[in-house]
């Protein structure tokens, strides 16, 4: 009895030893050791979340046997940054590669997850993108921090056949959105033009950038925020007063609300990115062919401009070894012609490739099928993106979009809108010199 | 394990030797072990997976991420030790406050109504007269069996105007309901799908209780005159009084913790914050604002506060709850 049970103890313990030991071997190996032999072969993990991104990936992997990447699947954006940041916490267990939105790499850089790319091949893939996209992967200095690879130039989708009954034009600035908004409400008491989303800081951000808001700025070796300034206040002071007059829905988008009443027809239009087709077709599929795109609405017609909702870049880890190797993949998967159609064809992005984006998008997409130059009119949206920075802090800045609007959405007053500007610019600084960032 | 293998060969020395205190010695010291082996694998879980998370969030709630200058690049951001700060900050923070008082709002609704509902379900189950006991008790728990996330997507479906087929009847009649997602009533919205999930847990709990009482104590009641409603109020309530203490002790527990509704509930609607619940402004500052330390604090001053609620609200039942026991 008692020899068994110590041979049963001896046994548990041998086991709790492997297991150890098996933990112990199963972290940290995700990087490979130096190369330097151009012949010797390199392995590269890749963190994305784009669907379908592993079947481009696939394409080169054929051609480049030497360096074989494989892409580990994520569950979206904000996971990923926070599993990439714990990794470099913890010293080891980083990929070479990730795909970062513009909007994180400041933080990512902050906490030194990032290598620089400068010295490499990837420093010549600058003609390739627009040079608002360039600014935010060198965050405006000597360094480069990841290759852009996809942008979500905004524009204004609205429902053709509505517009047709109203008899109304497609709004050209803002004035105009504001008249036509209203007459859908009065046409339809249940109908709006489109609503304001506390839910969704990037749109927010998008509607400010296109207003020529930019909300950090590096000043000498201290940070800025500008968010509590003229144009974000413009945009935020002309939403809250369409919200008062109850012209414009003061719901979240991305309900089940929402989504019903963009199928049936309660939503006319949609201010969205170069992204919409795909979640029109997944929300609203009834509705194909009764859409059409049109620039954004303008503050200033004679300098037309729009702003980017999402987006995002390939970065290299500063946890890689293999850094020369990982920006040679980066460069090639978001500026070679074959890469950028597959990116296209099979992952559904708009490149931010400029070249790129004219060759591969042609036809539009079969939700618009009803408009040929879908891509013409988004294509030049694309090139009126003007400059954004990114600071440290972003996704404290967002989250206190989603409280603060959700408030102002909630009071429908102007005044409203305008106390959250200030509130998302006080607890954006708080939070800056709370950490001892220098700010001025 | 070095002396595990020698340990026979010394045995046959001794056997040799003839028997004597040795071997009697080697026994006993196996004997005092044995009880530790045996809790070793125990201890060691609670060790890993209990006693290490705490000291970690013990030594991180102590820490603060400092930067210096623009905070870019190598070594720009570095650990410090923070002393009490991460403490004060969560204590004196106004949103903090604020959600501790909505939660104590939502408590003080969703636990009289949940219990009474739980109690009036689990005597009406166990009166004489019930027909279809065994469906109405599984049709009352099946909720239960539901996850929080899940019946909170159904709920928030049924609480949108634009999607909600009473909003839809109530439209056809002509009555203009008001949306449960307004800010006056998102409590009640919230507290609801609690009920809902937790009437049918605690009324099992009750009524389990009630099937454990000698059915010679009902005989006599009915022997005294005494009505179904008498022997209910005087006599089944009195006994199972400590499993409703117990259940009311969980739910109070349930309710600071509450997270999963709000939080499921809260991209529908603008009435709620990222900080509605103490325990959604814990996530928040962990995972959105990436402020691991201020986490660790709040969580420790939650689990304190549980801890003293608990204690205090048993130390004031306890005499009258099982006073009977002893």
């Known amino acids: 009895m008692r020899s068994s049970f110590r041979a049963g103890a001896a046994a548990m313990m041998a086991a709790a030893a492997l297991l150890t030991a098996g933990c112990s071997t199963g972290s940290g190996t995700s990087t490979v050791e130096q190369n330097t032999d151009p012949n010797q072969k390199v392995e590269l993990t890749y963190w994305a979340w784009a669907p379908n991104l592993d079947k481009v990936v696939d394409i080169w992997n054929e051609k480049n046997p030497n360096i074989h990447v494989t892409v580990n699947k994520q569950d979206g954006g904000d996971p990923a940054i926070t599993k990439l940041l714990t990794a470099v916490n913890a010293g080891s267990g980083a990929p070479d590669l990730i795909q970062a939105e513009y909007q994180k790499i400041p933080t990512l850089v902050a906490a030194d997850a990032l290598a620089d790319l400068s010295g490499t091949d990837a420093k010549d893939t600058k003609e390739a993108f627009p040079e608002a996209v360039w600014n935010s992967v060198t965050l405006g200095g000597d360094a480069l921090y990841a290759v852009p690879q996809d942008t979500g130039p905004m524009a204004f989708y609205y429902r053709a056949d509505i517009f047709e009954r109203l008899g109304l034009a497609v709004p050209t600035t803002w004035d105009e959105y504001a008249a036509a908004a209203k007459t859908v409400h009065d046409a339809d008491p249940e109908a709006y033009l489109g609503t304001f989303s506390s839910n969704d800081a990037g749109w927010f951000t998008g509607l400010a950038q296109q207003a020529g808001a930019s909300w950090w700025a590096i000043d000498g070796d201290a940070w800025s925020v500008k968010i509590a300034e003229d144009p974000t206040e413009k945009v935020a002071g002309y939403w809250g007063g369409l919200v008062e007059q109850g012209i414009i829905d003061n719901k979240p988008m991305y309900t089940p609300e929402w989504n019903a009443a963009l199928n049936n027809g309660k939503q006319v239009g949609w201010l969205s990115a170069a992204w919409a087709p795909g979640v029109l077709s997944g929300n609203a599929g009834a509705t194909a062919g009764k859409w059409k795109v049109a620039p954004m609405p303008q503050w200033d017609s004679a300098k037309p401009a729009t702003g980017n909702w999402g987006g995002s870049s390939t970065a290299v880890t500063s946890q890689s070894k293999n850094v020369a190797a990982a920006s040679k993949f980066a460069s090639w998967l978001n500026t070679d012609p074959e890469a950028v159609k597959a990116l296209v064809d099979v992952a559904g992005i708009y490149p931010a490739d400029t070249e790129g984006a004219k060759t591969a998008l042609t036809k539009a997409p079969e939700f618009f099928s009803n408009q040929p130059d879908f891509y013409d009119v988004v294509g030049e949206a694309a090139q009126s993106v003007t400059s954004f920075s990114y600071g440290p802090n972003v996704n404290v800045a967002y989250n206190a979009y989603n409280d603060q609007f959700a408030k102002a959405a909630q009071a429908k007053t102007k005044s409203a809108f305008l106390d959250a500007v200030a509130g998302m610019q006080q607890v954006t600084v708080d939070d800056l010199k709370k950490t001892g960032f220098t700010v001025k | ?326």
């Open chain 2, 1 to 326: 394990m070095a002396a595990t293998a020698t340990a026979p060969t010394q045995a046959d020395k001794t056997a040799i030797a003839g028997p004597g205190s040795p071997r009697k010695a080697r026994s006993f010291k196996q004997r005092a072990l044995t009880p530790y082996a045996m809790l070793a694998p125990g201890i060691v879980l609670f060790l890993v997976f209990m006693a290490a998370p705490i000291a970690y969030t013990l030594v991180l709630s102590f820490q603060q991420k400092k930067v210096s200058g623009l905070g870019l690049g190598k070594g720009a951001q570095s650990t410090v030790f923070a002393g009490f700060d991460n403490y004060i900050r969560s204590v004196t923070d106004p949103e903090f406050t604020a959600s501790v008082l909505r939660v104590l709002t939502y408590g003080a609704i969703l636990i009289p109504l949940m219990l009474g509902f739980a109690l009036l379900f689990a005597l009406l189950l166990d009166s004489r007269r019930t027909r279809a006991g065994n469906f109405s008790r599984t049709a009352i728990f099946l909720p239960y069996a539901v996850p929080a996330v899940i019946s909170s997507l159904l709920w928030g479906f049924l609480y949108l105007p634009g999607v909600s087929p009473f909003h839809f009847v109530a439209d056809r009649l002509g009555i203009a309901l008001p949306s449960l997602l307004n800010p006056d009533l998102i409590t009640f919205a919230i507290a609801n799908i609690a009920l809902w999930g937790g009437v049918g847990f605690n009324m099992i709990v009750m009524y389990t209780s009630l099937k454990a009482v000698p059915q010679e104590i009902y005989e006599a009641a009915k022997l005294d005159g005494a009505s179904e409603i008498q022997t209910a109020l005087r006599i089944k309530i009195p006994i199972i009084a400590p499993s409703v203490v117990m259940t009311a002790l969980f739910s109070m527990i349930a309710t600071l913790q509450v997270f999963a509704e709000p939080t499921t509930l809260r991209p529908l609607a603008n009435s709620l914050s990222t900080s509605w619940s103490p325990l959604m402004l814990v996530y928040r500052d962990a995972f959105t604002r990436n402020d691991i330390y201020s986490a660790a604090a709040t969580s420790i001053i939650i689990a304190l506060a549980t801890f003293a609620i608990s204690f205090l609200f048993l130390r004031i039942v306890q005499k009258r709850a099982f006073g009977q026991e002893n």
